[in-house]
């Protein structure tokens, strides 16, 4: 298993240095991949009556593309992860050009989580649909996929068309991997007949192990090895203590798990020190699991 940090973004501030210095923190430690979440705009809940979303115009997110272009610079070794990606918001041909660069500026340190959202106020402000976004998820990943691995692309799809043009630099990474974030079903069978891995945004049990098992059996259907799809849990530090911490990972270690990020937000620390030693703790907790 593959233990990852989960970038500490509406807490950490705007300071380059506090970014600079928790991500080298978390390479020193030994972590193999640092997560990053998205969201472009953020609303104002007060002017929509009866809206309780997770997150707000309040809270901070570096936008992913960009912190990973600093990240490359700044660290050696570390994978740079989304987790996810807002896919359908973002223009598909600007996307396989950003992951590409990164991918570059990197040497091959990419790997992009995608999803489609919940929040139709990203949607309206980004000028994108937010009802036909599931199904022209899958139509951009044929397109990304395409764009990394051939020097000219000739495509005519129901929302793209590429006429005999193509990226350059290509990417290290020919494709950069792409793992779905979501438990919805349609996000399951997308897993097994599309992805590289899989975010389940749930804590382990029974739960994910059926759903694991549902992107099993997609995978079979359409002549995938289920063996090849990744899987990436996560474990809380918020209310939890190091005997919390050790069961939470051998539990998703028993589900199959590739992949494993702490994330360390909501759990009352003080600045980008705090989240250090909150995963130095955690690192120290399960070694040897």
């Known amino acids: 298993m593959k233990f990852g940090v989960i970038f500490p973004q509406t807490e950490i501030g705007s300071d380059p240095a506090a970014v600079r210095d928790y991500s080298q923190a978390a390479e020193s430690l030994g972590y193999e991949h640092l997560v990053v979440y998205d969201h472009v705009i953020g609303a104002n809940p007060a002017s929509r009556k009866g809206w309780t979303p997770p997150y707000t115009h309040m809270d901070n997110f570096h936008e992913p593309f960009v912190l990973f272009g600093y990240l490359a610079a700044v660290t050696g070794k570390i ?64 397109v990304l996929r395409l764009l990394w691995t ?58 994910v192990r059926a759903m694991i098992e549902k992107v099993k059996g997609y995978a079979k259907e359409a002549g995938r090895d289920p063996t090849t799809i990744g899987i990436e849990g996560r474990v809380s530090v918020a209310g939890g203590d190091p005997d919390k911490w050790r069961a939470a990972v051998s539990a998703w270690k028993a589900l199959g798990a590739t992949h494993l990020s702490v994330n360390t937000m909501k759990a009352g620390l003080s600045g980008a020190a705090g989240h250090v030693d909150a995963i130095r703790r955690f690192r120290a907790a399960i070694a040897g699991l």
């Open 79 to 142: 994978e740079l992860t989304t987790g996810i990606v807002i896919l359908p918001q973002r223009q598909t041909v600007l996307v396989a050009k950003q992951a590409a660069e990164v991918d570059v500026l990197s040497n091959g340190r990419l790997r992009l989580g995608v999803g489609i959202g919940w929040n139709p106020v990203e949607y309206e402000a980004l000028s994108e649909n937010f009802n036909d976004r599931g199904k022209r998820s899958e139509e951009q990943i044929e």
């Open 150 to 207: 051939k020097e000219l692309v000739t495509f005519k799809g129901r929302w793209h068309t590429i006429t005999d043009a193509g990226i350059k630099p290509l990417p290290v990474q020919r494709p950069i991997p792409i793992w779905f974030g979501g438990n919805a079903e349609r996000v399951l069978k997308r897993v097994g007949l599309l992805g590289d891995g899989w975010f389940p945004l749930a804590e382990p049990g029974e739960k």
